[in-house]
């Protein structure tokens, strides 16, 4: 019976963090924008895999919208990949109407550019329009380049994460259902670059989460996040241009030590150094790929017999951005007898330091 409960509660903290890690992995579909395909195999409706536009939309006027996102052989510096989203401003019937790429859907329902007939949906029904999430992230990140002749004029982020339904974003600003909103983040940027040259000169805008007093629900369901070349409806100009590449989603990390396995404590036992492993924990993005980071080290410390990490030593690493175990070794000349010997971790991507294990290591 003793060792039932043993195996469950070693099941139930595994599945706790396997749990726990993968909140803090919810990501959009084709983030980086390099997959693209023909929308319901329409030569002129090409859109990226699981981000639309117009061509994609539904609604009485849907059929009349023209086609305002292209792929672009044009990346933000220090891209691994070879395209980006162009979005432009087109006229609808003689009313601008500004370029977007949404991961939900478009429904365009009336020629008033602030009618609520025209929103952006989260379609629960079709996978290709939606994107799941079950954690609230600290922020969304994204690389822009505005190329506009206005000084004035903001290419616009609008990103909310809602509850279980087909929630939209009205063309005014308001959500529908609004009680099922969870948490919301609007972000804007001036031109990166002029149209009057060949630059482009890209800006990474990140665009924190608020919960504020709108944001009432508490269960997180979906994302819907939109990129516009303006933050007001029918602004702009047809010749504005609004590049989009590599969306993240940013969920703040968190660093701490778990188990520490040892396999004697009698120094007589051991000539070089003592082995010992040392379960971590490391959830959130450490090394963000928007970014183009080296990739994170992860590395083990040992107090001083007093246990002061004044002066620590370094016993052992690996290169990781998630939870894992440090194969370890003590220099049998860093320890003397003694039972306040502590351990920590600590990263070197996004610079953090645990605090010491709970368990102290006695020697003797």
């Known amino acids: 019976m003793k060792i039932r409960l043993i195996i469950l509660l070693t099941l139930s903290v595994t599945i706790a963090e396997l749990y726990s890690q993968e909140t803090h992995s919810y990501q959009f579909k084709n983030m980086d924008l390099e ?22 939309g539904v609604g009485a006027l849907s059929a009349f919208t023209p086609n305002a996102v292209s792929r672009a052989e044009v990346t933000r510096p ?9 979005v432009v401003t087109k006229k609808v019937f003689g009313v601008k109407a500004n370029g977007t790429l949404v991961n939900g859907r478009m429904n365009a329902g009336s020629v008033s550019l602030e009618s ?3 929103y952006f949906f989260t379609d629960r029904a079709n996978s290709a329009f939606n994107t799941p999430i079950i954690a609230t992230p600290d922020s969304i990140t994204v690389w822009f380049c505005f190329r506009t002749l206005s000084k004035t004029d903001s290419a616009f982020v609008h990103c909310s994460i809602h509850g279980d339904d087909d929630c939209r974003l009205v063309s005014d600003g308001s959500y529908h259902p609004s009680h099922l909103l969870v948490a919301k983040g609007d972000g804007y940027t001036t031109a990166t670059c002029s149209l009057n040259n060949d630059n482009f000169i890209w800006k990474r805008m990140s665009v924190p989460f608020i919960i504020d007093k709108d944001c009432v629900h508490t269960n997180p369901k979906y994302i819907l996040a939109s990129f516009s070349t303006n933050q007001y409806a029918g602004r702009g100009d047809e010749s504005d241009e609004l590049y989009i590449d590599d969306v993240l989603l940013i969920y703040n990390p968190t660093l701490s030590t778990e188990e520490i396995t040892i396999s004697s404590n009698k120094l007589s036992d051991y000539s070089e ?15 963000p790929y928007n970014l183009n980071k080296a990739k994170n080290i992860v590395i083990a410390e040992i107090s001083d017999t007093n246990g002061s990490f004044s002066n620590p030593t370094n016993i052992g690493s690996i290169e990781s951005d998630i939870s894992g175990i440090i194969t370890c070794k003590i220099p049998i000349d860093k320890v003397r007898t003694g039972n306040k010997y502590s351990i920590r971790v600590r990263t070197t991507n996004y610079p953090m330091i645990s ?5 102290r290591l006695e020697f003797y």
């Open 35 to 56: 997959e693209w395909a023909n929308w319901d195999g329409n030569k002129n409706k090409l859109e990226p895999l699981y981000w639309h536009s117009f061509k994609s």
């Open 78 to 86: 220090g891209s691994s990949g070879k395209y980006s989203a162009k």
């Open 116 to 118: 609520t007939g025209n």
């Open 273 to 287: 150094y003592i082995p010992v492993e040392i379960s971590y924990s490391l959830k959130g993005t450490m090394s």
């Open 355 to 359: 605090e010491p294990s709970k368990t």
